[in-house]
């Protein structure tokens, strides 16, 4: 059994896509997703997808789903494999993007190095992912002129918290201490 034919699962994305209006900007739209076989590129994905049946074409939401690897997106999205809605590219986003099929109306940037052990053993490619992948979409979008980007990330870019607050805000700045291997996340 797939993860989208578990009923839990069904359940959380019908009632992610019955509370959010935020969805309906994306009718008729066009996105471009980064990390498409993440955690959250993943529920993203199937987010979309599932809201897609319930609309008539016209205002359905095309997906590119870039994902390093063309077969485990293959693998994962199998329940959405004849939607003409969602587009698989294999892409390393720390690499230049290749012409895509469509002009995104929004670039969603869900790729990233985030488990903790990974960048321990990693840090390089952690910082490259992230620098040179944000870098690489924003250069494709300044090249088509069109487009509006969110980048996603973790609690982690705050650092550790300093003990003066429950709940971090866009600015709060915590300690990171930069002799860890780890710190290649938070300073990328």
Not at 73 to 98: I, T
Request: include cysteine.
């Amino acid at each position: 059994m797939t993860i989208t034919e578990q009923r839990e699962y069904q359940r959380l994305l019908a009632r992610f896509i019955g509370e959010t209006q935020l969805l309906q900007q994306l009718d008729g739209k066009t996105i471009l997703l980064t990390g498409a076989t993440g955690m959250i590129g993943s529920f993203l994905v199937d987010v979309l997808m599932t809201r897609n049946r319930q609309l008539p074409a016209a205002r359905q939401t095309t997906v590119i789903a870039l994902a390093r690897s063309r077969h485990t997106a293959e693998q994962r999205f199998a329940a959405w494999q004849d939607s003409e809605r969602l587009r698989f590219l294999a892409c390393d986003v720390a690499q230049e993007l290749p012409a895509l099929p469509l002009q995104p109306d929004y670039y969603i940037h869900a790729a990233s190095t985030t488990h903790p052990v990974a960048y321990a053993q990693e840090p390089v490619n952690t910082v490259l992912s992230n620098v040179f992948g944000i870098n690489n979409l924003l250069s494709y979008m300044a090249r088509q002129g069109h487009g509006r980007l969110l980048l996603l990330s973790s609690v982690e870019i705050y650092g550790n918290n300093r003990g003066d607050t429950e709940y971090f805000t866009e600015d709060y700045c915590g300690y990171i201490n930069c002799n860890t291997l780890r710190a290649g996340y938070q300073e990328a």
